[in-house]
Structures are given as structure tokens and as C-alpha cells.
């Protein structure tokens, strides 16, 4: 800065500043003495088109009023100007209502229901079943079949399925007749998990898993976590590589599906069940598929030990509960310990808790 002050004759402050690397106002700040430079900042001016003390007091009363104690500025506004008042402008009332924690919606508004999220846990097969509807291609753009698929938690084995060219509640609760009648589910031992479609809600389906004491449980609105493993099955299934691009007609929609089930259940190793068929977990073959794969591994370690160098390996089995949501309810530390049946904490469409209790079966069931 010394430099600076002592400048020859003939070299201007600009070209100085630029050798340096400096800023002009820099250096114009250095030499202003330190007296002038405030710490504090100015006050905001007042804008002159202010309403006054009084004016504010009117239009807080007016706000404030039984006329218009419920009612949105531009209505206030508009109202006061057909009686030939005029007290601010609309902008000007909501910066009022703000200034006093009043900007909001003046009416009573609806509470709108919350939705907890649903849990359940399958520890063996027909404990819990999920079910879905999605939609297949028909032979023309905008027409579809509709696949209903029911699927055991616990297994992943689907033990109900249809196509048909409508989605009703009507046709789920034959659905649904059909397997409880076929897998011979007794009173309150079942929880049915679904989304809150129409089919899935409808009085005649309800009804009819309440009577059989079945346990409901659904998802949260908009939400598809909530039910991943038949979300997953479609997925599955509609990325076959022999997947139609449409179906002709529901004949050869049901007979697609019925190849495609079949391979499903008894074929698919399933990766989430430690390479397991459906139909091994759901028919209890577990132990003796486990054996022979065992036992293969043991002799596949005696010819050629040097292959596994974690040592002896060991076959896996299917992990011994599928749950939906589990730290949503319970705590993580508490989930080893926590044996919830597969009807606790599921929720009805209304959002309010439910567990089933026995009734008298559907007559002829």
C-alpha cells in the first residue's frame, strides 16, 4: 500500500492497481479513515407508501370482523369495493395476516386420514397370501385382460390366479372361495395383504374374508412398497422372453399364464429363497432338496478342495420369515425378540387396526 501512496508522476492508480493485482476500491478503502466506516447498518428506510398506524388498525378490524372473519382478501376486497370502500389491496391484507400468523386457509379444513404403515410376517405357508391385479395386452391398443394373481408370502408360491376381461370384486371373492376351499384354510389362521383398489375393497370380497375370520390388511395409498413381492412376480413375469406382445384373445391369455404359473412355482429358483422353488417351501421339500445339495457339495469339496478356500462349503436354506415393512412398527432392537402373528398390526381401509375373529363359514364352504 506504501507503494501505492508514492506513485511517480505520470503512472495512474488504475494501471498501478492492475500490476498489482488489486482492486481500486480496496485501496480506496485502506486510505478513508477508519472513523467513517460503520460497523452498524443503516436502518431500512420506511416506504412512503406505508399504511399508517390507523389504516393498519382498520383493516386488522376488518379481517377481524364476523362478516368477514372466514372469508380470503380478494373476497374481503372485492365486497368492500362494490360498497364503494377501499382500505388496501389483496397483496397488501395477506402481508397484514402474515405479519399476525394468520395466513392460511381461514376455513375449517378436512383432517384427512393417516395411514400407518402396514406389517405382517409369514413364518410357513398359507399364513399369508398377497394378491394383485395387473393388466395384459388384448389384441387392440386400449384393450387389456386382467390378471388376478394370489401369492403365499412365505413361499412365493401363487396359489390362485385367473384372467378375465373385467377386474370386480365379484370375481375376486370366487377367486378367493376357490383357494381357501382348495388349500383347506381354516377360520382366523389367514391374513390377505392388498393394495386399496376397488376389487380389493369391494363389500362382497370383504365381507366374505371377514366371515371366513381372514385377516385384511392393506397398502398405503400410493404406495407400492407396501406390497413388493406380487409387484416383483408381475415384473417377473412380464419380462419372459416369450411374453406376448398382445394376446389374441383370453383363451390364449389364460393359457400363456397357465405355462407361466406352472413354471413358476415348480421350476423357478427363486433367489430371495435361497435358490429354492416355490414349491419346495410351500410343499415342505425343503430338507430333502437341502440333503441332496449337501450332499453334492460335499462331494464336489473332496474332488476338488483347493476350489473353496473358505473351507468346506454348506448349502443354504430359505430364511425362516418373509415380513412387509418390519421397521416401520417395530424397533430394530426389538425385532429379533418380537414374534407379531401374521394379524397383528395390519389395517383396514378406514386406517383403523383389525384382527380377525371365527365366524360361521359361507354355506356350501
Known amino acids: 500500500m506504501s507503494l501505492l501512496n508514492a506513485l511517480p508522476a505520470g503512472v495512474s492508480l488504475r494501471a498501478a492497481c492492475r500490476a498489482l493485482g488489486l482492486s481500486r476500491a480496496t485501496v480506496h478503502r485502506a486510505r478513508r479513515p477508519s472513523s467513517t466506516i460503520s460497523s452498524e447498518p443503516k436502518p431500512m428506510p420506511l416506504p412512503p407508501r406505508r399504511l399508517s398506524e390507523e ?52 376455513r375449517i379444513q378436512r383432517n384427512h386420514a393417516r395411514y400407518e404403515a402396514p406389517f405382517v410376517r409369514a413364518s410357513r405357508p398359507n399364513e399369508v397370501w398377497v394378491w394383485d391385479i395387473t393388466a ?76 371366513l375370520g381372514v385377516a385384511m390388511s392393506y397398502s398405503r395409498p400410493r404406495v407400492s412398497g407396501d406390497n413388493p413381492h406380487i409387484e416383483s412376480q408381475f415384473k417377473t413375469l412380464k419380462y419372459q422372453p416369450d ?66 478356500v473358505k473351507g468346506p462349503p454348506r448349502a443354504q436354506r430359505p430364511p425362516p420369515f418373509t415380513e412387509i415393512n418390519p421397521a416401520d412398527l417395530v424397533p430394530p432392537d426389538e425385532l429379533e425378540h418380537a414374534k407379531p402373528s401374521p394379524v397383528c398390526f395390519v389395517r383396514a381401509p378406514n386406517g383403523k387396526g383389525r384382527k380377525p375373529h371365527p365366524q360361521t363359514l359361507l354355506p356350501g364352504f
Request: aromatic fraction near 14%; hydrophobic fraction near 40%; include cysteine.
Open 136 to 211: 395384459l395386452p388384448g389384441p387392440k391398443r386400449g384393450m387389456f385382460y386382467y390378471l388376478y394373481a394370489v401369492m403365499d408370502l412365505y413361499s412365493r408360491y401363487i396359489v390362485a390366479w385367473q384372467v378375465a376381461h373385467t377386474q370386480n370384486g365379484a370375481l375376486a371373492e370366487r377367486l378367493f372361495i376357490d383357494a381357501c376351499a382348495i388349500y383347506d384354510v381354516a377360520p382366523a389362521s389367514l391374513c390377505v395383504h392388498s393394495d386399496r383398489g376397488a376389487p380389493m375393497t369391494s363389500y362382497r370380497l370383504t365381507r366374505m374374508l371377514d366371515q
Open 243 to 308: 411374453f406376448p406382445k398382445r394376446f389374441e384373445g383370453l383363451r390364449e391369455a389364460d393359457a400363456w399364464c397357465n405355462d407361466y404359473y406352472d413354471w413358476y412355482n415348480k421350476d423357478h429358483h427363486h433367489v430371495s429363497l435361497a435358490l429354492y422353488t416355490p414349491a419346495n417351501v410351500f410343499f415342505g421339500d425343503v430338507d430333502t432338496v437341502f440333503a441332496v445339495r449337501q450332499r453334492t457339495l460335499d462331494h464336489a469339496y473332496e474332488a476338488y478342495p483347493e476350489r473353496f
Open 55 to 106: 389504516q393498519r388498525a382498520a383493516v386488522i378490524n376488518t379481517l377481524h370482523s364476523a362478516r368477514f372473519v372466514d372469508q380470503p382478501p380478494r373476497e374481503i376486497v372485492a365486497a368492500l369495493l362494490s360498497e364503494g370502500q377501499y382500505l388496501c389491496s389483496v397483496r397488501t391484507m395477506y402481508r397484514v395476516l402474515a405479519s399476525l400468523d394468520e395466513s392460511r386457509d381461514r
